[in-house]
């Protein structure tokens, strides 16, 4: 069904991946906040954008990739999310776009780039400056 444009999945629809957005993104949210790298007007990666980055790994490389038994489990999606933004996702060429379900060439930048689903032509995730300095080096030491 949708409401307002946007797809909506009843309960017992969403995929299992997503069943554990809630839970990875608290986790995340948690270990940027102890890495003192949560704040934006710092340079952190705020709230949004580490919502967002979940969402995206879920739905990109997990539903598609995972087996459905490994899709519940929190120690391994964990461990997945951070080999993804810390080693194969190449935030200095691409972008991220959830509302066109694509990844995006960009020019060579220090800025992460994850369009903003409520206003496309934004970047949530302008306000983090210290991504490539201290958050992907942070999750690259929690992939080891």
Not at 14 to 41: M, T
Request: proline share 5%; aromatic share 12%.
């Amino acid at each position: 069904r949708r409401v307002h444009g946007i797809s909506k999945l009843g309960s017992g629809q969403q995929p299992q991946c997503l069943a554990a957005a809630r839970g990875l993104i608290v986790l995340l949210k948690h270990l940027l906040h102890e890495g003192n790298l949560n704040d934006p007007a710092v340079g952190g990666l705020g709230s949004f954008p580490p919502s967002l980055m979940v969402i995206w790994f879920l739905e990109t490389e997990v539903h598609r990739n995972f087996p459905i038994e490994l899709q519940g489990s929190y120690a391994v999606l964990l461990t997945r999310f951070f080999a993804y933004y810390g080693e194969t996702f190449d935030a200095k060429f691409f972008g991220i776009d959830l509302v066109g379900k694509e990844m995006f060439s960009k020019a060579s930048s220090t800025v992460l780039m994850i369009r903003n689903p409520l206003d496309r032509s934004l970047n949530a995730a302008s306000a983090c400056t210290r991504y490539f300095s201290e958050v992907q080096p942070l999750f690259l030491r929690y992939n080891r």
